[in-house]
């Protein structure tokens, strides 16, 4: 046990010096921490510190590196990549067993070395940033998450304002906790924090009292600044631990640890004490219900039966696996890279863990049934199957027909496709299993195939669901695609399919076979993200020139529209107001002719004019009117006044409208009796009157 321990900690101290080599990371103390939040994976580390997509690694031999590379064309950080991967061969070889040979094109692509299994040391200056590295930060504070996502050269006060105005927050009473380094100030840059790609982080307000409906969340919040002290024994090496972790840890974070001291990867851990609401391995300590401050648990291998010695003598040859056994041979993807260490302590043969045992073996169900009308149905069967066998850490297969996950990919907004991965699985071939294990569920393959990529799934195992897939592959990317697939015997299965769609039609950029390296997969994989995204750079700026040339006519329509609008309401006002004058102009011709109608018949109507000689009095009266002008007439004394206004009506004046009145004293006769008398209304001999209009 000790050797193991002393082999153990020196294949640590040569990933963490091969590490600051190459990351030109002088803190050991930082080095060893984004080494544990990477469970040691060397390639892993490197790839969180140099992110592949955002920097090229230039060395002295890049040329050398380049001629000798199989995967040269596709980028630098691929030779870092695989010296990576080669250094943690190295590593593994100079301290525990001979591994399995690699395989001849990873040997032949690292770079000579002098006196070291890894690249020499490359300072931060030769790291060219094309461009700004995101950083995705998921904050919750309360009944509340917030998604920010910001550049590595911002601060943590710049997080704090975005949520100041997401949460309403004062930033002067917000804590932002949840960082791997502690506590940090507001002017930190985050860059300097070496964070990985995701984050969570959460909100503490001590100085804001929660609402009644949110006080038991906040109690859950303010419990993650408590740290909880584990008591561990771990029961083969009689040994105990005491470990003191933050509430905010998860307990999958807590296994992977104890997975370091132990040396016992997570999925063969089995666990005593812990709590019924524990449920979840993403769960916080805060929120896994263990008792506070201090936990007791234990932890050992998962034993499976192994085959007695005495019956491994007697018979000759790989033993069959136990029924009971089928379950613990999965190889379940995980980062500490010691897939086949366990097989010969279960008693289990290279030919039974490839799929190749005995026919006394455990019998799999198939990834999907025989001749299913429904591809959606089949898929969902497929999914669950895959979960079943290789655990839940794998891409998000798309449910439904190979069309409709092309039209999700291809024919969507050109800032929002992506590429397709048509996964082809044959469950006689003896790659599927490693290929499934230790490629599709790798975590690294897994997000980027969920950020980057459509993934459809298809099983060729019954010759019914091949020619069903031959004959869609054949309508949607020609005969040759399925030509292809034909061509490829069983042991070269399973396949994946890089689809990169075009404007005329799809394009199968890479046919990626099952014996390939987890290293290999992601160059490839990202070689095609290359070509993909040059592609669509170039439809964005297609689709933005068209969309903007849209947007200019669909804007000079408008104002066409607004302007014949326009013209049509003035026209139509201006008939209006035709047709409004033409009915004044009728009406006043129809009032004139009725006045003067009315006035010819009242002049008719007048009794004759007197003569001066006629024996009865005469009253002679002068009238003017508004324009100046006098009205003379002789009325007979006797007459009434009625004909006096009837005679004034007659020269176009009416009473309803005009006002007759006496110039001395003033007096309004209109307002006297019409029936009365020239002489009773003292209008004789002679009388000077005017008019006046009424108001």
């Not at 959460?202 to 919040?221: F, K, R």
Request: glycine letters at 4%; a negative charge.
């Amino acid at each position: 046990m000790m050797a193991s321990d002393s082999g153990s900690n020196m294949d640590r101290e040569m990933i963490l010096a091969d590490f600051q080599a190459c990351t030109g990371i002088d803190n050991i103390a930082e080095a060893i921490t984004l080494l544990e939040l990477n469970n040691w994976d060397l390639v892993a580390a490197i790839n969180g510190v140099i992110p592949q997509e955002n920097g090229i690694l230039q060395s002295n031999y890049s040329s050398e590196g380049s001629q000798t590379s199989p995967y040269g064309p596709h980028s630098q950080a691929a030779t870092v990549a695989a010296a990576a991967a080669e250094a943690a061969s190295a590593t593994a070889g100079a301290g525990a067993a001979p591994a399995a040979p690699a395989s001849s094109s990873s040997s032949s692509s690292s770079p000579p070395t002098a006196g070291s299994a890894f690249c020499p040391v490359l300072p931060s200056r030769h790291i060219v940033e094309r461009q700004p590295r995101m950083l995705h930060f998921r904050v919750d504070y309360r009944q509340r998450t917030v998604e920010v996502v910001l550049e590595d050269a911002s601060s943590v006060g710049e997080i704090k304002q975005i949520l100041e105005t997401e949460l309403q927050v004062p930033m002067a009473k917000m804590q932002l906790k949840g960082w791997k380094s502690g506590d940090v100030s507001d002017s930190t840059v985050l860059r300097s924090l070496h964070l990985p790609k995701n984050n969570s982080l959460y909100v503490l307000t001590p100085d804001i009292t929660p609402s009644a409906s949110t006080s038991q969340n906040s109690m859950l919040q303010e419990s993650l600044n408590q740290s909880f002290l584990l008591v561990i024994s771990h029961r083969e090496a009689q040994r105990d631990y005491s470990l003191n972790f933050p509430a905010s840890k998860t307990i999958q974070e807590v296994k992977r640890n104890i997975s370091d001291l132990t040396n016992i990867p997570v999925r063969h851990q089995q666990w005593d004490g812990w709590p019924a609401s524990a449920t979840n391995d993403s769960m916080t300590l805060a929120a896994s219900g263990i008792s506070y401050p201090c936990h007791h648990l234990s932890v050992c291998r998962r034993s499976s039966p192994a085959v007695p010695t005495e019956q491994a003598e007697e018979v000759p040859g790989p033993s069959p696996v136990p029924l009971s056994t089928c379950s613990d041979i999965h190889m379940v993807s995980d980062s500490e890279g010691d897939d086949f260490e366990d097989a010969p302590e279960f008693g289990v043969d290279e030919s039974d863990i490839f799929g190749m045992g005995s026919s006394t073996g455990c019998r799999k169900s198939p990834m999907m049934p025989d001749n299913s009308e429904n591809e959606g149905d089949a898929l969902l069967h497929f999914t669950a199957e895959f979960s079943t066998r290789y655990g839940d850490c794998h891409p998000v297969f798309f449910i439904g027909s190979l069309e409709a996950s092309s039209q999700e990919a291809f024919y969507g907004k050109a800032r929002d496709r992506k590429l397709l991965a048509i996964y082809l699985h044959h469950d006689e071939s003896v790659l599927s299993n490693v290929f499934c294990s230790q490629m599709m569920c790798a975590e690294s393959i897994v997000s980027y195939l969920s950020q980057n990529f459509i993934t459809w799934a298809w099983d060729v195992t019954k010759e019914s669901n091949k020619a069903r897939l031959l004959t869609v592959c054949t309508r949607h990317f020609g005969s040759v695609v399925a030509q292809t697939i034909r061509t490829y015997k069983t042991d070269q299965f399973p396949l994946l399919l890089i689809v990169m769609g075009k404007r005329t039609s799809n394009e199968v950029l890479h046919v990626i076979q099952g014996n390939t390296t987890v290293d290999e997969l992601m160059m490839r994989l990202m070689g095609a993200m290359e070509i993909f995204t040059a592609q669509q750079q170039e439809d964005i700026k297609d689709e933005d020139e068209r969309e903007a040339r849209e947007t200019v006519k669909r804007e000079q329509d408008e104002a066409y529209r607004l302007s014949l609008e326009a013209d049509r309401k003035k026209r139509e006002a201006q008939e209006r107001e035709e047709a409004e004058q033409v009915r004044l102009q009728q009406i006043r011709k129809e009032q004139e002719e009725e006045r003067e109608a009315i006035r010819l018949s009242l002049e008719q109507a007048l009794p004759p004019e007197p003569t001066e000689e006629s024996g009865e009095p005469v009253s002679k009266l002068r009238i003017r009117t508004p324009s100046g002008e006098f009205l003379v007439r002789r009325f007979l004394g006797s007459c009434k006044l009625q004909v006096l206004f009837d005679f004034v009506a007659s020269k176009g004046y009416p009473s309803d409208e005009f006002k007759v009145l006496t110039t001395f004293p003033r007096r309004n006769i209109t307002q006297l009796d019409p029936a009365s008398t020239l002489l009773e209304a003292k209008l004789f001999p002679q009388e000077t009157l005017f008019l006046e209009a009424r108001e």
